[in-house]
């Protein structure tokens, strides 16, 4: 019998554990805490495959192995889903939208409000909008966005519309105690249905559910009315998560951002995890979408220029 060395046992439960870690992420069941875990797949990744490096440069086979095949299971993971995107340059109406989580004890105001402007989008939304910052953004987007529609709150939900396209209609609506905005803008002569929603952060297991609570119902209200729409915000979820999956297949909504668009937690151009989102409907495609730097706040935020395609709803 092959006894092997106090090292090579070593190797090979750390191995073990390893595999089991890979797996367990891979196969997580829709659960609090291995959603937590399982939102921060690349990074998972990254420390695999530096231990596979390191492994390799030490000769040590067993985990060398094991670690590339929990980075190869991992990566299947975080695949793009489809996309509703273009390159083909579509003649017809269009719609600029930007989305900007402000980061609610952000006093960098006038920052934040200049990048809103030089975004040049049609409608921007805002997020962890407090009283003091509805302030700043009704007084400073008045002049270039004369249509608003702001609610503000004290806890990190509060949320804005501005808008360059008058407000057919606007209202809001609370799910799960949160304030999401719907509004229908006239773009070349018919009807866009825009919803702003900021899910609540799953920091805790009641939080958690909240947030699927919230994403379940907009599935609802989105599927409930057949026309263009857009669905925006930071919905506190990544793209493999079986709630964002779940969301996508519900409302009929296709994302129109890439795995690898990370907005948060943001230092400069750097990001961990792809919570921000920008999602369509039947009759939109997205020709462009990307991400942006807001002064003084811990996300990046988006800006797409959407296209109107024939498949209309």
């Excluded at 109406?93 to 960098?108: D, E, F």
């Excluded at 209202?171 to 866009?192: C, D, K, R």
């Excluded at 997205?286 to 942006?292: G, H, P, Q, T």
Aim: net charge neutral; glycine share 4%; aromatic share 8%.
């Amino acid at each position: 019998m092959k006894v092997f060395s106090r090292t090579k046992q070593t190797e090979l439960l750390v191995a073990s554990l390893v595999l089991t870690l890979a797996t367990g992420l891979a196969i997580a069941p829709d659960a609090y805490i291995p959603m937590l875990a399982r939102a921060f797949l690349l990074q998972w990744a990254a420390v695999f495959a530096l231990i596979a490096v390191l492994a390799l440069s030490a000769m040590r086979w067993w985990l060398f192995l094991s670690t590339s095949f929990a980075v190869g299971l991992i990566l299947i993971q975080v695949r793009d889903p489809q996309i509703a995107t273009t390159t083909v340059d579509i003649a017809g109406p269009s719609l600029r939208i930007a989305h900007m989580n402000v980061l609610q004890p952000n006093l960098k105001h006038a920052d934040a409000i200049a990048i809103a402007e030089e975004s040049n989008a049609d409608l921007v939304s805002f997020q962890e909008v407090s009283p003091e910052w509805a302030v700043a953004l009704s007084n400073g987007l008045c002049t270039s966005y004369p249509y608003q529609h702001l609610e503000p709150r004290s806890n990190c939900y509060g949320i804005a519309l501005f808008s360059k396209l008058p407000f057919n209609s606007v209202n809001t609506l609370i799910v799960e105690h949160s304030p999401f905005i719907e509004a229908i803008v006239p773009v070349g002569g018919e009807a866009v249905r825009v919803l702003a929603i900021h899910a609540t952060s799953p920091i805790s297991y009641g939080h958690f559910r909240e947030r699927n609570a919230q994403l379940d119902e907009v599935a609802r209200i989105v599927a409930a009315v057949s026309m263009r729409t857009v669905v925006i915000g930071d919905l506190n979820t990544v793209h493999w998560d079986r709630v964002y999956t779940r969301f996508c297949a519900s409302s009929g909504l296709l994302p129109t951002t890439r795995t690898d668009q990370r907005t948060w937690p943001s230092v400069g151009p750097l990001a961990l995890i792809p919570i921000d989102h920008l999602l369509v409907s039947k009759g939109l495609c997205s020709a462009e979408v990307s991400s942006f730097e807001i002064p003084g706040s811990d996300h990046r935020g988006l800006l797409a220029d959407l296209k109107f395609t024939q498949n209309a709803p």
